[in-house]
């Protein structure tokens, strides 16, 4: 799914984390990388936990969003916080909010969040909604989600 931030997204955002240091952090990655997802989550993971080698064809993006897929998917206190920013998407609070429930969820499960990368996949859920981000488990077939060897 090759779904990215517009930068008037990330304008709007900025002002909404204006006072949030991660999410400020995470939206200056998003926009160096012009709103792509992935590519400000790997230079995130890298920045904070230093070079991973996946194996070949894995997606260490779309390997953390199955793994979240299956703590978030089911977590009703996160179901909530989300639904209830989507009717207040002007609130900074609960913006900050999710992506702090986000960190604990995913902490609470051995999947320790840095706020910077939680602040992209929370973007990422709200961007293409929660029902898709359930449903949706592996990219498409011959898409491995990785990008294509360098020549």
Same mark, same amino acid.
């Given at each position: 799914?090759?779904?990215?931030? &517009?930068?008037?997204?990330? *304008?709007? &955002?900025?002002? =909404? @984390?204006?006072?949030?240091?991660?999410? $400020?952090?995470? =939206?200056?990655?998003?926009?160096?990388?012009? !709103? *792509?997802?992935?590519?400000?989550?790997? /230079? +995130?993971?890298?920045?904070? *936990?230093?070079?991973?080698?996946?194996? /070949? !064809? $894995?997606?260490?993006?779309?390997? &953390? @969003?199955?793994?979240?897929?299956?703590? +978030?998917?089911?977590?009703?206190?996160?179901?909530?916080?989300?639904? /209830?920013?989507? $009717?207040?998407? !002007?609130?900074?609070?609960? @913006?900050?909010?999710? #992506?702090?429930?986000?960190?604990?969820?995913?902490?609470?499960?051995?999947?320790? =969040?840095?706020?910077? #990368?939680?602040?992209? #996949?929370? =973007?990422?859920? @709200? $961007?293409?909604?929660?029902?898709?981000?359930?449903?949706? &488990?592996?990219?498409?077939?011959?898409?491995?989600?990785?990008?294509?060897?360098? *020549?």
């Amino acid at each position: 799914m090759d779904t990215q931030l &517009t930068n008037n997204e990330i *304008n709007v &955002t900025r002002e =909404l @984390l204006a006072d949030y240091a991660p999410g $400020k952090h995470a =939206l200056d990655i998003l926009e160096k990388h012009n !709103g *792509n997802y992935d590519s400000s989550f790997h /230079e +995130l993971w890298v920045e904070k *936990n230093g070079m991973l080698v996946m194996p /070949e !064809g $894995k997606s260490l993006w779309q390997t &953390t @969003l199955k793994v979240l897929r299956q703590e +978030l998917c089911g977590d009703d206190g996160f179901r909530g916080q989300l639904k /209830e920013y989507t $009717k207040n998407q !002007g609130s900074a609070p609960l @913006l900050t909010g999710l #992506i702090v429930s986000l960190v604990g969820v995913a902490s609470a499960h051995g999947l320790p =969040l840095d706020p910077a #990368i939680a602040t992209v #996949i929370v =973007l990422y859920i @709200l $961007k293409i909604g929660l029902n898709i981000f359930c449903d949706y &488990t592996e990219p498409p077939a011959g898409n491995s989600g990785t990008l294509p060897p360098a *020549n």
